[in-house]
């Protein structure tokens, strides 16, 4: 039994208004500012809906086009841009976002905190997609969307006229940086900020699932990240990394693309498969059985799923062997796949199921999935890849895996959390409806593209001859698309319809068993007080919990010093370590990510000097957000959170939540150089010569400047030390020095390659050698600013002894930039000399 | 002193065996990718290639075995029926045990799955 905190009725009302201040929205137009995780993933998800409309109103055109032979409704050019445009923004600004949105929404009630650690970075995070998406999306309007398809082959793409395969290359890394933002949210989130007592054994799964997925993010996104830097190098500048007459080869393209493209589908289908996970035991009223076996599907899924990206280019002409291990590794993702539906068939027979909307969506959409996976089992042979290949079977594979893997759950979804927006259920008639409309027009519309496909039809056709086979089924795909569609109508009427005759007060309507049904819709604080989990299924098995955090009575139940505070809790165990306090309603998140986002939008249309402009103007508002906003030394060390518990307010190092997003985020970051690396390798293996017989950085300068930046970097961490150890002068004095030989080995780099003239024009290793360091003095350069940073934060007295997560963040990073040049330097320097 | 590590608690134990597979799928692909692109420099046949290929496998199933034991170990031997969902560090560990064991037997399977193709390619066929 857990002692409460014994309030009186009068204390508990004067918590409530202090938290009710603390955690306030502004009003007016000022609401935009808010970082709060309940709006930021309100607007997540309301915007990456409306982007699917618009996704799928291009693909009603195109189903128009295709209803009959030889039509000319729109041409083939604004073909070419619907379906790059609908595949685009369907993968990028719908499937993931929308996961993300969930995640920021869900997970803080959900594992009984208050917010998720980083609250601004997921605001950012947002405007950053938010504000990419309509880039991406509005060029159509202008006639100048991307047109050579969603994955943006090279040669095709990179001679691409026009500016839309750079908006499409520019608008998505910056989407893309919004999701690794998110990432580090998530896995921090998870690890650090359950409720206290939620071990690792008591997770929700849905947390377990999005665990795997940011994970997935941090090794998935990256390489397309490199990949497209390479790609815009090659069109803004002619550096010819895809470009086969001076050395360059398309294959690097598609490795790259894949090795994000394959996981990403898992990425999108994981965290769908997470809300079944949550549904199906509310609707069987039992907790889930083989809750093991899930964990096993999630993890080994994540896992597997980076063992298949060739299996997209099956047709490419790689050695059989190569081709063998990609198609084995495609049939054994199957078995954790299998193993989560047939742990969800076990909980519907073992418990009695209540076949309401959101159930009756998830099982449907469970058995589309099934069938997509069968084909998909298919086609991961070669030998059957081959003929079906670029045909409408693909079409019909992908759709029937990403609409019953993803879109269906994900209405289930929408039926099952509404009265969380609002505390009123969406209609039971309307979704019925909307779920049969669904289910039969899906069919209708995607069953008869298997036969158009083994009928020879390709993709990506604006039109056919008739009398070939194939005008009937593509008549019947095009029926099947529009009720589809009406489906989808009813199910946006359904949200958005007013219900203010409709009672209200729903709290948890179905009987859940999960946290996330305490929250109340009219509050903002997430949770009233920081309960104690027992219990999976805390709600069904810890009599009294609700009326006991509502009434205060567990950790937090109060705001004294007016900040927003959460818990910080053990990785396995959740033991209490700290209290969080993390940002409010801030400019900064919409200012910072506007002015990034405008300096995608300069380099787009090649205007240097606005994007120069805006790109001082992006730092200089990260920097403010930095200084004002991060590590802040609290007014006293400890405070007192309730039950008699006393924990400290700051944290450094391993022990802070900053330090773990430092960590995460230059795994992702070394994920990318490794994909760098890979060119570079990759380049040495197509070619006899991978010098193309041209001189090389030579060995001198890039040793001298692996010295400088080795001495950098001991620089940094002895600053770290003497700064620790209260020498101030010393630690001051070592992080100019650390700067000053920054600067020297980021010069000594440079001159490697400027002193042998390598243009980067003429061959791919030149071009490769100087992207490599050209990374490596973008890494460098930051690392410079932090060292510069943490100076003036000692001498602003922002850093201390004590205080000190500010240099251990930067040594942290300092650890990954030494092995940066480490890896650059000697490969450049020395592996030309080794062959 | 025994050769068989002590028991740690620590969350990442449950990716032991998946980054065996990891690891066992980038030396195959690796390996044999680069062998095939530089096959006329090198002085050794597709054999080679194979036989590489069994050592790495065999070392991995060797690991992904040693990572099950372990598992097996820190679910108490099986002594203890799942579902595990006690609030105490005892069913803690019993989960992880567990789902490491599981997650060892995919990797296993997954592993032989992936060496296989070379029992059947003897060339770099294209």
Redesign the interface.
Known sequence: MIVGNDFSLRERRAQEKRLRAVWANPSGWRYWTSVNNFQVGLWYASAAFAFMLFAGLLALIMRAQLAVPENDLISAGFYNQAFTLHGTVMMFLFAVPIFEAVAIFLLPPMLGARELPFPRLGAFGFWSFFLGGVFVCGSILFDSAPTSGWFMYPPLATKEPGYGADIWLLGLSFIEVASIAAAVEIIVGI?KCRAP?M????MPLFAWYLLVVAGMILFAFPPLIAGDILFEMERMFDWPFFDASRGGDPILWQHLFWIFGHPEVYIIFLPAIALMAMIVPTFAQR?IV????I??AA??T???S??LWVHHMFAT??????L??????S??VA??TGVQIFVFIATMLAGRVIFSVPMLFGIGGIAVFVIGGLTGVMVALAPFDWQAHDSYFIVAHLHYVLIGGMLFPIVAGIYYYYPLIDSKRLSNRLGKIAFWLMFAGFNVAFFPMHLTGLRGMPRRVFTYPAGIGWDWLNLVSTIGAYVFAASVLVVVYDVLRPKHRQPGGEINPWNAGTLEWISEPEENWGVRSIPI????YPLWDQKDLVRRINEGDFYLPDAEEGKREGLVTS???ARPLQVLRVGGTSYVTIVSAASLGMVFVALTFHWWWTALVFGVAAFASILYWLWTGTSEIPEKPQKDVGLGLTLPIYASGPNSVGWWAMFITMVGDGTAFASLVFGYFFYW??H?DFTGGLAGPGAFWPLLSLAFFAAAWGATVAARALNQGNRTDLARASLAAGCILTIAGSLAAFLGPWSHTMEPTAHVYAAIVWILVIWLLCHAAVGAVMQLYCLARSFAGRMTAEYDGDIRNVELYWHFLVLTAVVTLLVIGLFPKVL | MSLIPRQIETFWTLFTAPVVWAVHFLVCYVGAAIYCAKQHELGFGFGVVRIGIGAATFAALAIILLAAWLSWRQWGFGAYAPPHDEPTRLDRNLLQGFSTLLLSGLSFVAVIYVAMPALFVTECLR
């Open positions: 690890m007592g071990r690792i054994n008591l907790p083989g809750y093991p076996w964990v096993l993890v080994g994540g896992f597997i980076f063992g002409g790689l050695p059989q062997i190569s063998a291990f990609f198609s084995a590794a049939e054994a078995i954790p989990v027992e219990s999976r990785v396995l165990d293996t197509i006899g």
